[in-house]
């Protein structure tokens, strides 16, 4: 069996932790950039370089990771990087934790010539590329699910906070511009999950889905920030008392804007794609 029949099994069981090893300290939204090297030695490969944001590190029992086996750096990654599946626990792997605004696993993954034999590479040599973009191209409707997962419950808070708040004699609700402010959200929210539901049956229907995922991923995630952020203001100072739900929300959705693709990214992906098709390409 290859190595993603022995390992997935496990992982969607919820026995082994993986990890998803692409950025760089040089190499974040361009993975043309991707220094670390892995250098072929008879039936074993010798991977060294340092990857860096990586979430699980240091809890991850595996790590997909992304190495150059060819080229030069600047190159866009195109035939020149190669996928592999290093163990947590592999000789010469480190890991080094630091904390980002909200809770979250994460850290660099150090590599000093470690060896991981060729059973162990993931797709062809030079095909790295494919599999990381392939990989972001599905995985991303699942942050944006999560984005409106966050803006949802910020939401039903909005809307408890401003019903039973009252000021000037009245609950919060009952003053025109928040009533509108909850509107907007409930709208904005809804177009969201209906872009994640389209992504999801493009990308379930096997069919290319580049246009619905970036559109689902950009458009949830900002929204889901300016939810989240118009619940902060409802509950006014409360909002900002740490630990409170809303400040939680607040500071836990901003990542989701950078990681998998940045929202730039994904209007790159989308307006290319655009483009193309009007050029009738
Ligand atoms: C919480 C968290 C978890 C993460 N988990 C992982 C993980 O598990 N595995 C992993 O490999 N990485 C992970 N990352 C890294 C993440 O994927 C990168 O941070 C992201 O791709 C952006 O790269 P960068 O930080 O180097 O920013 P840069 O690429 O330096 O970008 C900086 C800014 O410039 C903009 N920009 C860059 N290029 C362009 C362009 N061509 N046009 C317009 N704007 C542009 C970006 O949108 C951004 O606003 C994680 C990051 C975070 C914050």
């Not at 998803?20 to 361009?30: H, V």
């Not at 990654?77 to 605004?101: C, I, N, P, Q, Y």
């Not at 696993?105 to 991981?116: A, K």
Request: glycine share 12%; net charge neutral; hydrophobic share 40%.
């Amino acid at each position: 069996p290859s190595v993603c029949e022995r390992v997935l099994p496990r992982v969607a069981a919820g026995e082994l932790v993986a990890g998803f090893g692409l950025t760089e300290p040089d190499a974040g939204s361009d993975l043309g950039m991707v220094a670390t090297r892995a250098e072929k030695h008879g039936s074993r490969w010798r991977i060294r370089g340092a990857k860096t944001f990586i979430s699980n590190a240091g809890v991850a029992d595996l790590y997909t990771l992304l190495a150059r086996t060819s080229g030069e750096l600047g190159d866009g990654g195109k035939g020149s990087l190669t996928m592999f599946l290093v163990r947590g626990d592999a000789k010469g792997l480190s890991t080094r934790r630091f904390e980002v605004t909200s809770p979250h696993p994460i850290g660099d993954v150090l590599l000093e010539d470690v060896e991981v034999p060729d059973e162990e590479r993931i797709g062809a040599v030079g095909g790295g590329l494919e599999v990381a973009l392939g990989t972001l191209g599905r995985f991303r409707t699942s942050v944006a699910a999560a984005a409106n997962g966050f803006a949802r419950r910020a939401l039903d808070e909005s809307l408890v906070r401003t019903s039973t708040r009252q000021q000037f004699g009245k609950p919060l609700a009952a003053f025109q511009g928040l009533a509108f402010d909850l509107a907007e959200m409930d709208t904005r929210l809804r177009a969201a999950e209906l872009l994640v539901e389209e992504a999801a049956d493009t990308v379930d229907r096997g069919e290319r889905a580049v246009e619905e995922v970036a559109r689902a991923k950009l458009f949830s995630t900002e929204n889901a920030s300016w939810v989240c952020d118009r619940a902060v203001q409802h509950f006014g100072g409360l909002g900002v008392v740490r630990g409170s739900i809303v400040e939680q929300l607040w500071r836990d959705v901003r990542a989701l804007r950078i990681y998998e693709g940045t929202s730039e990214i994904q209007k790159l992906i989308l307006s290319r794609a655009l483009v193309a098709r009007a050029a009738g390409k």
